[in-house]
């Protein structure tokens, strides 16, 4: 009995390259046994700085990349081995919305085009759909003709959004889906992925940099750094007491209405580190032990995982 | 709705670089394909007393030639044979150069390795002396001459397509149908092939011009086109030879050809900022 | 560090900004005190960047109105009268910007040259600007990639700047920016482009830069936390206007100008997850574009308390609303009294 | 990784070097199965016999398979004998040395001509992008892409030697001058020609790589630090636009080569184009084969060298 809409397992990417004529190979890991669940109708918000992973995470969960290890689970199927024919059947089920709202409609379409495409994957040939799509996002029926050239990048958000859900999803992958708007229209487009949640009961792994963005729309939330899934908590767990050093790091960094900039974290006493954990060398909690592995995500209380060894830590959140 | 063909048009026409020659190209092949019927002279016709005649001179408009053929019913006729060679030449290799240039660009790996460097090396020869020594082996006519300028100019093209797929195949509207579980048909066909269009258009369009100047080379060099025919390359085959005498005989044909194939690279270049308006405001 | 009794560092009066269609920026007014860091913060297309550029003399095929008095500032021992910068000739708004003026980007890597090491390009911006050459030259910049926080500046300066973290580029950019030691420095969103932690370490920068040498700043931002860091004054610019300017104690205990609220309210905030999460409160609707402004208050249409008088009758102007014994604040709302809380 | 591109061009002169054999065995065959046998020059000599004839065609290999023909040509190739002429038996290497000296000077004026006037063109262009100046320079250059060479060349010729008599109107010098003022009125009409329809090459690519880096914010930041305009356009502008024009440089040879041999047939100017087209009328096909040849490696070579270079020079590519 799985309630997951998507469950990965070990999830790892690595990526080859050969420096040089006759160089050594080096392998970078982009990312590292990435583990989590989405539940049905759940949002899971999955952050991270630049580098850590989290998009190649989002692209290996649709399958839209092959992992170079690890498993990916929809809905209580194994998809990790599905051929790419196999997969068409099933991509439905998941959708993906991009974080560039220029480049994710096709320009040389009408919106009525574009928002058929998926009704004709379905077989559907009334339009019908398409108008009750259309309200659920907030957009008026009448702009079915234009081009997407006419449109702001929050009403091309929208639209994005439309084009997904007519699909009939049961899981939206949002990549960076926000960053690119203005502040009100970017309070908008997070409102209607709370309220798609609320009245569809859609499952999203929504993927950000800015926690405080992150962590309005998640149920739950899960920190990624350098490949690592470092804390997975629910989202008032884990900004209250934050379990990690990198997390109580990240919130402490994040600049706040009102208050004073905050004070530079203590340095590491140790600025060398290979093997050990990822982020020992910026850890101000490190100890020897950190330098030897790289601690698994494990318990550290009720829904709440960490992959930090000092689990008696203190720290403090917001 | 692919490319918006009134906009587009509208376009070309509000600024004289792109108006001139959108009012040209079709104005050069009407008269070409219809002109032989509408003047009083055959361009065969010769008439050996009336020789070397200068433009204006008893009725003939751009004069005769060294044996009294009438030079404006030459023209015409040449260019008959030589918009035909530029248009086919260009149909066929865009046709050839758009297909390899999509199977390259859209599937990654060995097809588009061996694709890119063959053609990365091909266009670093000399063009004009592979089109001449086949020209000067092959048995000379029309055919001959659009088959060796179509395999010189498909590259190009192929090139085009290929980079222009694969800056098309990353964007995210499609990986967006990609994730819908659409097939390669569906990607290719409704999402790349609208939006590489444009610039295999304009391509193709640059190329017309190309293959009209390497048809007048081959010609006048000698191997392309045979008298008695014309074409405008080979009217200035032994030109030179009159050019203290009678210099109208050299420039006149020349001056067409220059005006054609400007008028082509022109319309080209128009095309591109048609289709494309953000690329002007630069 | 602001002596608001002291002539402004910059005045800017009536600036207007148009390419050629409607104007981007109009009427635009603000001042800069000495060693004062402003935040200029809007949404996309509010202005912030074009009148800041405007002002640096950086726009082309711009057609420029107004005012912006760069108040004279102490060159080669003399006290020097103060500058006109809008009309000012190319020759001599060159030779102020870097010395007196000068200006940072979003993106640190595109703005420096890919082919000229660090060192390289430190010298340059020297050169220009100073007479130092040789060992002098050289002992300057290191100093200035030092007082940026760069652990080995001497490696540094051998370095292309691709091969160094955004952060350090950041820095770098920072460090070329204040070689001249300029009075005033305009940050285009210098830390939009990098991580939170990052981000974080150039607000710091930029602030204890200011502190060691009285340097003001205008901080060009969207994002109000981030001016909250950083800023002694916030100004909200609205399509194309400025719609409030209070010291940054006030506006964020209280915003007067209902737009200044919705930014305030629509962006997600921390303390804000933890109260219980899910719903943010939007304006609706958009910026309007430079074509349909209109006469009438520019937010009315977005705004929940607009009525037809006085919001939609006339472009409500500027106001002062300090209190007595109150620093600066103005606001341009008609309703402001009614709706003050 | 600068050792990355370096292998990418190394594996483009390997796959150059592969097509250069496959485009010389397709060149042989098709030079031998076509009409007008080398022979014919000798069947009509008086009192030729049919073991006479084939004599000659055992002398020159001629009995041989085809392919057999091939290798020993090919190994020729290798060793410096590229063969003899059909026409008077002597080397096709020594031939082809012998009309370089024309070719390379003719180049080397029209490449000066044209790449100070495309580079001003296409500089001139990119610093008024959009306005007038922007305009005017991409038409001359649409226009000057558009000639035909040896139209150009009648029409000079007719211009500056028929009408107005300053220049001569071909070869390489006039019989009995020998002084260079001589010399150079002979090059002038050649070399414009030539140079200026190869203007745009390089005007179309400087509008290009100088328009982008007009685009980039360094410019606007260097503007910013208040840098001279002169610096920020020899330093920045100029710097980083001729960077890439290195490559340019390789793929012009094959455009100045047939632009040359077409030059060269226009004014009798002695240059291995015009021997191409010599041999080609008179079925001299060593020689035929032996400048195709040559020329593919002169630019197999010098694309080769201009990608290296560019390697070497381009700070970016070497870190």
């Known amino acids: ?318 | 709705m692919t490319v918006q063909l009134p906009s587009v048009l509208r376009r070309l026409l509000a600024h004289p670089r792109g108006m001139v020659p959108t009012l040209y190209v079709p104005t050069i092949i009407v008269l070409c394909g219809l002109g032989p019927w509408l003047l009083p002279f055959g361009e065969l016709h010769v008439d050996l007393y009336h020789r070397f005649l200068p433009p204006l001179g008893n009725g003939h408009l751009l004069g005769t030639d060294e044996i009294g053929r009438d030079v404006l019913s030459r023209v015409l006729m040449g260019g008959r044979v030589s918009l035909l060679v530029g248009l086919v030449s260009t149909a066929i290799s865009t046709l050839i150069g758009t297909t390899v240039g999509i199977v390259a660009g859209y599937h990654a790996g060995l097809a588009r390795f061996l694709i890119t460097t063959v053609i990365d090396a091909v266009l670093c020869f000399p063009v004009v002396f592979l089109l001449l020594t086949l020209a000067a082996v092959l048995h000379p006519g029309i055919g001959t001459i659009i088959g060796i300028i179509t395999l010189v100019s498909w590259m190009e093209v192929a090139r085009v397509a290929q980079s222009q797929t694969r800056i098309v195949r990353r964007q995210d509207y499609v990986t967006a149908v990609v994730a819908m579980g659409a097939g390669d048909a569906q990607v290719l066909f409704r999402e790349i092939l609208p939006n590489i269009l444009p610039a295999i258009i304009v391509s193709a369009t640059l190329n017309i011009a190309r293959a009209i100047l390497l048809e007048s080379y081959v010609s006048y060099l000698g191997y392309g086109i045979q008298p008695p025919d014309a074409s405008w390359g080979n009217l200035l085959n032994n030109a030179q030879e009159y050019l203290e005498s009678d210099p109208w005989l050299a420039i006149i044909p020349g001056a067409v050809i220059v005006l054609t194939v400007v008028m082509f690279n022109l319309l080209g270049d128009a095309l591109r900022d048609a289709i494309d308006p953000s690329r002007r405001s630069s | 560090m602001t002596d608001r009794n002291a002539a402004p560092l910059l005045s800017v009066r009536n600036l207007t900004v148009s390419f050629g269609g409607p104007d981007i920026v109009d009427d635009l007014s603000f001042d800069i005190g000495q060693g004062e860091i402003v935040a200029l913060v809007g949404e996309s297309g509010s202005g912030k960047s074009v009148g800041s550029l405007a002002v640096m003399g950086l726009l082309e095929n711009a057609t420029i109105q107004g005012s912006a008095c760069l108040s004279g500032g102490v060159g080669s021992g003399e006290q020097e009268a103060s500058t006109e910068l809008i009309g000012l000739p190319a020759r001599r708004l060159r030779a102020l910007r870097g010395r007196r003026i000068s200006m940072i980007f979003q993106d640190p890597l595109s703005s420096l040259d890919p082919l000229q090491t660090i060192g390289g390009q430190i010298r340059e911006v020297l050169k220009a600007h100073t007479r130092l050459t040789g060992v002098a030259l050289h002992s300057r910049s290191i100093a200035l990639l030092e007082q940026v926080g760069i652990v080995d500046p001497e490696g540094c300066l051998a370095l292309l700047p691709q091969r160094l973290s955004g952060g350090m580029r950041q820095r770098v950019m920072i460090a070329l920016a204040i070689a001249a030691e300029p009075d005033l420095l305009f940050a285009d969103e210098p830390t939009t482009a990098l991580d939170v932690t990052v981000q974080a370490q150039v607000l710091r920068l930029l602030k204890g830069l200011r502190d060691q040498t009285g340097m003001a700043m205008v901080f060009i931002t969207h994002n109000l936390a981030v001016a909250s860091a950083i800023a002694d004054r916030v100004i909200v610019l609205y399509a194309g206007q400025v719609v409030e300017d209070a010291p940054a104690d006030v506006f964020f205990r209280r915003p007067a100008m209902p737009y200044s609220r919705a930014l305030l309210s629509a962006a997600p905030r921390l303390e804000a997850v933890l109260a219980g999460y899910g719903h943010l409160e939007a304006p609706r609707g958009q910026v309007p574009s430079p074509g349909q402004r209109g006469t009438a208050c520019r937010f009315a249409a977005r705004c929940d308390d607009v009525r037809d008088t006085p919001c939609l009758a006339s472009m409500p102007p500027l106001v002062s609303i300090a209190a007595n014994g109150e620093a600066h604040h103005t606001v341009r709302c008609a309703r402001w009294e009614e709706l003050a809380p | 990784m600068g050792n990355g591109n370096l292998l990418y061009v190394l594996r483009l002169g390997g796959v150059k070097i592969l097509l250069l054999l496959l485009v010389s065995m397709a060149g042989f065959t098709l030079l031998h199965l076509a009409p007008g046998d080398p022979l014919s020059q000798f069947t009509l000599a008086p009192g030729m016999t049919a073991e006479r004839l084939a004599q000659i065609a055992h002398g020159m290999g001629l009995d041989q398979p085809l392919w057999r023909q091939y290798l020993h040509w090919l190994h020729g190739i290798m060793t410096g004998d590229w063969g003899h002429s059909f026409r008077d038996q002597s080397p096709v290497l020594g031939i082809i040395v012998s009309h370089l000296t024309a070719t390379i000077e003719l180049g080397l004026a029209a490449l000066g001509i044209s790449f100070s006037l495309g580079l001003g063109m296409g500089l001139m262009g990119a610093l008024r992008a959009g306005r007038a100046v922007d305009d005017v320079t991409s038409v001359i250059s649409i226009i000057l892409f558009s000639l035909p060479t040896f139209w150009l060349g009648l029409v000079f010729i007719y211009i500056f030697s028929v009408r107005l008599q300053w220049f001569p109107t071909g070869n390489f010098s006039s019989p009995g001058d020998r002084s260079i003022v001589g010399y150079l009125r002979h090059l002038a009409l050649p070399a414009l020609t030539l140079g200026l329809v190869s203007v745009p090459v390089w005007s179309r690519y400087m509008r290009t790589f100088a328009g982008e880096i007009l685009k980039q914010d360094q410019i606007r930041t260097a503007r910013a630090l208040g840098l001279s305009s002169g610096r920020i356009i020899v330093h920045r502008l100029l710097r980083g636009a001729l960077l890439p024009m290195i490559p340019v440089a390789g793929i012009y040879l094959p455009t100045l080569l047939s632009g040359a041999l077409v030059t060269e047939t226009v004014f009798s100017w002695p240059g291995i184009g015009r021997l191409f087209l010599d041999s080609l009328q008179y079925r001299d096909y060593p020689v035929v084969m032996g400048v195709l040849m040559f020329s593919a490696i002169l630019v197999l070579v010098s694309s080769t060298l201009a990608e290296l270079l560019h390697h070497v020079a381009d700070p970016r590519l070497r870190a």
């Open chain 1, 1 to 318: 009995m799985n309630t997951a809409v998507l469950s990965v397992r070990d999830l790892s990417k690595t990526y080859v390259q050969r420096s040089g004529l006759f160089g050594a190979v080096k392998e970078t890991r982009a990312v590292r046994n990435v583990s989590f669940d989405v539940g049905r109708g759940e949002i899971l918000g999955l952050v991270g700085e630049s580098g850590s992973g989290k998009t190649t995470v989002g692209r290996m969960a649709m399958r839209l990349l092959d992992a170079t290890s690890g498993q990916v689970v929809l809905s209580g199927t194994d998809i990790t081995t599905y051929s790419q024919a196999r997969l068409r059947a099933v991509r439905r089920k998941m959708q993906l919305i991009f974080q560039d709202p220029s480049a994710s409609l096709n320009p040389r379409q009408t919106i009525h085009r574009i928002l058929r495409t998926p009704l004709a994957l379905r077989g559907i040939d009334s339009d019908q759909d398409i108008l009750e799509t259309l309200a659920l996002v907030g957009m008026s029926p009448d702009i079915l003709n234009r081009t997407p050239a006419m449109f702001s990048g929050g009403q091309r958000q929208r639209l994005s959004i439309a084009r997904a859900l007519l699909m009939q999803p049961e899981l939206l992958v949002a990549d960076e889906a926000v960053s690119a708007l203005d502040v009100c229209v970017q309070a908008q487009v997070v409102n209607l992925f709370v309220d798609l949640r609320d009245r569809l009961g859609l499952s999203i792994l929504f993927i950000g940099h800015d926690l405080a963005v992150v962590g309005v729309v998640s149920d739950r939330v899960g920190v990624m750094y350098r490949g690592v899934l470092v804390e997975v908590a629910r989202t008032a767990d884990l900004f209250r007491r934050p379990r990690h050093p990198y997390t109580a790091q990240l919130l402490a960094a994040a600049p706040r209405h009102g208050a004073p900039l905050p004070p530079e974290p203590a340095p590491s006493q140790f600025s060398q580190a290979s093997g050990g954990c990822v982020f020992a060398p910026l850890c101000s909690h490190m100890t020897s032990e950190c330098l030897s592995r790289q601690p698994d995500l494990s318990e550290v209380g009720p829904a709440h995982q960490s992959a930090c060894l000092r689990t008696e830590l203190q720290l403090s959140g917001v």
